[in-house]
T-cell receptor
């Protein structure tokens, strides 16, 4: 069965610190897709990144970077030099190719608080 | 930039009443979804909709729920007889069908059942 685990419920850091949000997934599908979404205090869900299972290249976008490791079924998200505006709940999600609807299976989220 | 819109932003209703939540997906998207998020919890899949029919629904999506695409732009979620436990944020999402693409979410409708 598919499952996404975000073991860190809440993380608190001081501005400018680096922080890594962990995501571990379970799937029986050989082709799948992983996502990160940000939910700021205003409540909307903001897409950050999609990664395909056949593409293990890590990605960097500004202060954000993602480390995808199939061997450990992990898709971790690092924010470098965190800022107060990064404070939000971050969700990791999984979608499987065998699932014709490509629905998203979300983790329980990690609340990140960046203190000034 | 095109976006998914949802109305109303907040709906308060009495238990047992019917509610209709409305969504306008991104215009060239063909897959539509409803998710819900009970306060402080994870986002849960309710239903997916493609080619004018439900393609998949979760066990949450029982007979009290229905979806409809009444015209070329709106996508609605109806709850026939609301229960207290239906209180949640309801998100609509849409995606293109060419390959696998990310889903783009609307801002959500907060439903409060009293």
């Amino acid at each position: 069965a598919q499952k996404v685990t975000q073991a860190q419920t809440e993380i608190s850091v001081v501005e400018k610190e680096d922080v890594t949000l962990d995501c571990v997934y379970e799937t029986r599908d050989t082709t799948y897709y992983l996502f990160w979404y940000k939910q700021p205090p205003s409540g909307e869900l903001v897409f950050l990144i999609r990664r395909n299972s056949f593409d293990e290249q890590n990605e960097i976008s500004g202060r954000y970077s993602w480390n995808f490791q199939k061997s450990t079924s992990s898709f971790n998200f690092t924010i470098t030099a965190s800022q107060v505006v990064d404070s939000a709940v971050y969700f990791c999600a999984l979608s499987e190719a065998l699932d014709s609807s490509y629905k998203l299976i979300f983790g329980s989220g990690t609340r990140l608080l960046v203190r000034p | 930039e095109p976006e998914v819109t949802q109305t109303p932003s907040h709906q308060v209703t009495q238990m047992g009443q019917e509610v209709i939540l409305r969504c306008v997906p991104i215009s060239n998207h063909l897959y539509f979804y409803w998710y819900r998020q009970i306060l402080g919890q994870k986002v849960e899949f309710l239903v997916s909709f493609y080619n004018n029919e439900i393609s998949e629904k979760s066990e949450i999506f029982d007979d009290q729920f229905s979806v409809e695409r009444p015209d070329g732009s709106n996508f609605t979620l109806k709850i026939r007889s609301t229960k207290l436990e239906d209180s949640a944020m309801y998100f609509c999402a849409s995606r293109e069908t060419t390959g696998v693409n990310e889903q783009f979410f609307g801002p959500g409708t907060r439903l409060t059942v009293l």
